[in-house]
């Protein structure tokens, strides 16, 4: 492509240029075309209309379950398509394709995008069997068992969230609640009956809504992923994933392991453990993830993070947007590029105040030991958060770039370097002590429409020009999910 049709396209479809960027490299992107004497199939389910009997091949003859999808023999470059406005309770586990053709998860027809849902529904009367002293506890079910942690209780689709405790005393005021791992019963601390102070009641169980141990060659498009006690997409050992246009949110909180008697709570929108490559996360929109929103980490001697993208993605009430770490010394990291995102309110998502360590950041750069090179942040927007926006614990920063990004802090500290803090009007000092951010500015980035968290930018805002390319820092999107 010539540069002057690339700048072009740059300043007028943002979409055009990713696909031609993908294009180019597949590697983070659209695999190779592939022998079309061999058409892929493409499947069809929705939750309303399907069948588990039929053939799944229209979506006249679609399939109904998560079940028959996670059983069915799914080639390389077979599709499966969900029904717009459909919802499914469950686990998606993903088939995979190979080097020429990528099994596709995607979305048909019109309307709302497909929901894989990580909960159980309590919000019937019957559910619910009143104790002593404003408590409730769930009634045993075999077709909806508690039968692993329950990480979150979501009232009326996050109007309300549970605080989760970790003993039956411990419930004093209303939304506390305890899962009994002997019984499989959640007891919930409530005045009155809880269906009769919200509508919709989801206990959030600890399984990651797709898991993906071992996937290679996997897309994810238009999919919403919701109420899920672990990882919305999580697993470990993965190679050409891409989860493009995903909504992701209120994920996590379930007890990962208990550590000196304290208990560990975990829970990220998208997590690569461990051995990861050549994997992409784009225009998704991602919000109240208990821990980060996306993260690549891992703690083995095979633990290898190669050559992975997340950019044009919209984040806002995580506790990290971005959470990075790597070890022991045998590890290795490269080409991690962090680009193009919009990130809001760090630490401001329903678990921050019920955490054993709330430390709200955007960029949450925990100890890392591994070698590194090449890890870029750049034309991100980072605003506001509990605790500062960046963070980095040790000095392993001569493989790190940072720079063209708009950072705005409306109250303390703006960078925790080396546990050194900067406030906004001290930027030069940080730039002085970091080497980072030489281009980037410090200034709040007016976005046109906060309160219904639409953060694109608002004509005038600093953010148009601070970029190192002809776009605007931070993503292309709405964030508004019903936009």
């Known amino acids: 492509m010539k540069p002057s049709l690339l700048a072009a396209l740059l300043i007028t479809s943002?979409?055009?240029?990713?696909?031609?960027?993908?294009a180019r490299n597949p590697a983070v992107g659209i695999p190779p075309m592939t022998n079309p004497s061999m058409p892929p199939a493409t499947y069809y389910v929705s939750s309303s209309r399907g069948n588990d009997q039929a053939d799944g091949r229209?979506?006249?003859?679609?399939?109904?379950?998560?079940?028959?999808?996670?059983?069915a023999a799914i080639e390389p470059g077979d599709t499966v398509l969900f029904q717009r406005d459909n919802l499914w309770r469950g686990q998606l586990r993903p088939k995979n394709g190979n080097a020429s053709r990528a099994v596709t998860y995607g979305a048909y027809g019109s309307g709302a995008k497909p929901i894989i849902q990580g909960s159980v529904a309590k919000d019937d009367p019957e559910d619910w069997v009143k104790s002593d002293n404003s408590l409730w506890a769930t009634r045993s079910s075999t077709t909806?068992?508690?039968d692993v942690d329950v990480g979150n209780i979501i009232f009326d689709h996050g109007r309300a969230c549970g605080v989760k405790k970790w003993r039956l005393e411990d419930l004093h005021q209303n939304g506390d609640f305890w899962y009994d791992d002997t019984k499989h019963q959640v007891w919930l601390y409530s005045d009155s009956s809880p269906t009769t102070q919200f509508h919709s009641i989801e206990l959030a169980l600890r399984n990651h809504i797709i898991l993906e141990d071992n996937a290679r060659y996997v897309t994810y498009e238009d999919l919403h992923l919701r109420y899920g006690g672990?990882?919305?997409i999580g697993g470990t050992n993965t190679e050409h994933i891409t989860a493009r246009r995903c909504d992701i949110c209120f994920i996590g909180g379930s007890l990962q392991k208990m550590r000196d008697g304290k208990p560990i709570r975990?829970?990220?929108g998208v997590e690569f453990w461990n051995r990861a490559q050549h994997n992409l996360v784009e225009q998704c929109r991602i919000w109240e993830?208990?821990?980060?929103?996306?993260?690549?980490?891992?703690?083995?001697?095979?633990?290898?993070?190669?050559?992975?993208?997340?950019?044009?993605?919209?984040?806002?009430?995580?506790?990290?947007?971005?959470?990075?770490?790597?070890?022991?010394?045998?590890?290795?990291?490269?080409?991690?590029?962090?680009?193009?995102?919009?990130c809001v309110n760090a630490g401001h998502g329903w678990g921050h105040n019920q955490r054993p360590d709330p430390n709200g950041h955007h960029l949450?750069?925990?100890?890392?030991t591994a070698p590194a090179r090449d890890v870029v942040i750049r034309n991100n927007i980072f605003c506001d958060s509990t605790d500062a926006c960046m963070r980095i614990d040790n000095d392993w920063t001569a493989a790190l770039t940072m720079d063209h990004n708009l950072w705005f802090q409306a109250s303390g500290p703006l960078f925790?370097?080396?546990?050194?803090k900067f406030a906004p009007d001290q930027a030069d000092s940080y730039r002085s002590a970091t080497g980072f951010d030489t281009h980037s500015l410090v200034a709040e980035p007016k976005f046109h429409d906060p309160a219904r968290h639409d953060y694109r930018l608002d004509a005038g805002s600093p953010g148009i020009n601070t970029a190192s390319d002809a776009r605007p820092c931070g993503s292309i999107l709405s964030a508004n999910p019903n936009d």
């Open 14 to 22: 943002p979409a055009v240029l990713l696909y031609a960027e993908n």
């Open 58 to 71: 229209s979506p006249q003859t679609a399939w109904r379950t998560l079940s028959r999808v996670n059983t």
């Open 144 to 146: 909806a068992p508690l």
């Open 230 to 232: 672990a990882h919305g």
């Open 266 to 268: 975990y829970g990220n």
């Open 289 to 342: 993830i208990y821990d980060a929103a996306l993260t690549d980490q891992g703690n083995g001697t095979d633990s290898e993070q190669v050559d992975i993208t997340y950019r044009d993605n919209t984040i806002w009430n995580a506790e990290y947007s971005f959470e990075f770490w790597n070890r022991p010394a045998t590890a290795r990291t490269e080409n991690i590029l962090f680009e193009h995102n919009t």
């Open 364 to 368: 949450m750069f925990w100890s890392n």
């Open 416 to 420: 925790d370097f080396l546990r050194r």
